[in-house]
């Protein structure tokens, strides 16, 4: 099983697979579907595989997540654990400091228990976890960097939600330098009719299109397909 052959129309734009133990950004305005794209691609990935992987929430709870993901039809893997910090936005003056920490220890608690079963992983999302950090923007980063790096090196490939203001791009050129990665999501309205698109901006080891295509919910989840609007 590939990454790519997760979502109808995905392998379409993807000739190889995301390589295993990337480090891929999923980045677009609110309601682009970011999280509905990772968490389909790590759920059916590890329907199909005997691997283990984990969602790390800190925008919804998981009760929440789970029914945004449903109504999408979007179904969660057994596999897939679902660790929940939402709590540490409740009481960010108690966890702000040690949050990466937390971040860190839950993850490696994942690996020691699963070994080389556990293969993958999503962070949702930076933007929540800037928000709990009271720390100087470039120090906070320096941190990020020595997170992935061990994430890197025990070959988990680890997708991280980024939201930007708006649908006019990709801006964040910090973020963008520590991916091997760059999946961008966005809206594009013509003749007053807005659509969702998906567009690859990098994906070190791979080939790939670098169009835009269209990302859509049906009754059994998401799709992407290519079309001539833009």
């Not at 005997?50 to 109504?71: P, W």
């Not at 709590?87 to 608690?109: F, H, K, P, V």
Request: charged residues 25%; proline residues 2%; aromatic residues 8%.
């Amino acid at each position: 099983m590939r990454f790519v052959d997760t979502i109808e129309g995905l392998n379409e734009i993807f000739e190889t697979d995301i390589p295993k133990g990337s480090v891929v950004l999923i980045t677009g305005a609110p309601g682009s579907l970011k999280s509905g794209l990772a968490f389909s691609i790590l759920s059916r990935y590890l329907n199909e595989c005997d691997e283990f992987g984990a969602y790390i929430t800190l925008e919804q709870s998981k009760k929440n997540h789970l029914n945004n993901m449903k109504s999408m039809g979007i179904e969660p893997s057994d596999s897939l654990l679902i660790s929940d910090f939402t709590d540490c936005r409740l009481q960010s003056n108690m966890y702000s400091g040690d949050l990466l920490n937390l971040i860190e220890t839950n993850i490696i608690q994942h690996k020691h228990r699963l070994g080389d079963k556990f293969t993958c992983l999503v962070l949702d999302s930076l933007g929540a976890l800037y928000s709990l950090l009271d720390t100087d923007p470039q120090l906070m980063r320096k941190r990020l960097y020595h997170l992935l790096e061990p994430l890197r090196r025990e070959n988990l490939t680890t997708f991280l939600i980024l939201e930007t203001a708006d649908s006019t791009g990709f801006n964040h050129e910090f973020e963008g330098y520590l991916a091997d990665g760059i999946i961008e999501l966005g809206f594009h309205t013509k003749d007053n009719t807005a659509n969702r698109y998906l567009k690859v901006r990098k994906m070190r080891a791979s080939s790939h299109s670098m169009d835009s295509h269209i990302l859509t919910v049906s009754n059994d989840g998401l799709q992407i397909y290519k079309s001539t609007i833009f």
